[in-house]
């Protein structure tokens, strides 16, 4: 099993930043590509963004040019720098690791338990 926790949350006026963080612990051979997704009131869950294992990165078109995805030190920790806030960004932040490609052990996502943006305008 993998633990994800989130943490950087908090509230910002439109155009500030904030840098969300999310780090894995237990089964850490499980973690593979890492990702952000969100919840804003009354939505569905979408994706915002991915950190595969190699580095790659993609983004929402809703967010790129503005967020930026990274990893720690290790890959266990991927870090979601928001820059240029939007109210539109109100949500609450899920972190979630998808299983490395091709391994025979894991074969589980994990996700965290969110952590809540507020941006106002």
């Known amino acids: 099993t993998v633990h994800l926790v989130e943490s950087g949350g908090g509230s910002a006026q439109a155009g500030g930043s904030l840098r969300l963080s999310c780090e894995a612990s237990?089964?850490?051979?499980?973690?593979?590509?890492m990702s952000w997704y969100r919840q804003g009131p009354g939505k569905e869950r979408e994706f915002v963004s991915t950190?595969?294992?190699?580095?790659?990165?993609t983004y929402a078109g809703s967010v790129k040019g503005r967020f930026t995805i990274s990893h720690g030190i290790n890959k266990n920790t991927a870090y979601l720098q928001m820059n240029s806030l939007k109210p539109e960004d109100t949500a609450m932040y899920y972190c979630?690791?998808?299983?490395?490609?091709?391994?025979?052990?894991?074969?589980?996502?994990?996700w965290g338990q969110g952590t809540q943006v507020t941006v106002s305008s």
């Open positions: 237990g089964d850490i051979i499980c973690v593979g590509d």
């Open positions: 950190i595969a294992i190699d580095g790659g990165s």
């Open positions: 979630k690791t998808d299983p490395p490609p091709h391994s025979v052990y894991c074969r589980d996502a994990y």
